[in-house]
């Protein structure tokens, strides 16, 4: 993980990882699992340093499509060839330590995936 994960502010003084604003070194928070947050990150923070190394192994449904074509028996009544009913969908679940972020995301500009449902029926005439 790095940039806005590990060098909050990074991005003109607007932008801090919540996983690492909300666990930061503080006085209060002495036990802390990242160090103190700075407005200008002195070099000993930002120094390349296994300590920001994170297992982003994870598992992802990426794309799913599930389908049911109507018996013949039924169509025969109302005079239709076909009717398939389906629901697709794309990623409908990741599993990953990483909870803070999309495994997949490679900086911090781009957006992580978004979740996403289509309902549908082909009819054939």
């Not at 801090?16 to 700075?38: C, F, I, L, V």
């Not at 009544?77 to 009717?83: A, E, F, R, V």
């Not at 997949?104 to 289509?118: I, Q």
């Amino acid at each position: 993980i790095y940039n806005f994960q590990t060098s909050p502010f990074l991005n003109n003084n607007s932008n801090a990882d919540y996983e690492y604003y909300n666990n930061r070194w503080t006085p209060d928070n002495q036990d802390a699992k990242y160090p103190r947050a700075y407005t200008s990150p002195p070099p000993n923070t930002t120094q390349t340093s296994d300590f920001w190394t994170k297992s982003t192994a994870y598992m992802r449904l990426k794309n799913a499509t599930f389908g049911y074509t109507l018996p013949r028996t039924v169509l025969n009544k109302i005079k239709i060839d076909q009717i398939r009913v389906y629901v697709a969908s794309q990623n409908l679940w990741t599993i990953s330590n990483l909870k803070f972020m999309d495994p997949e995301m490679v900086s911090d500009t781009g957006y992580p995936n978004m979740k996403s449902f289509t309902l549908g029926a082909n009819v054939t005439f």
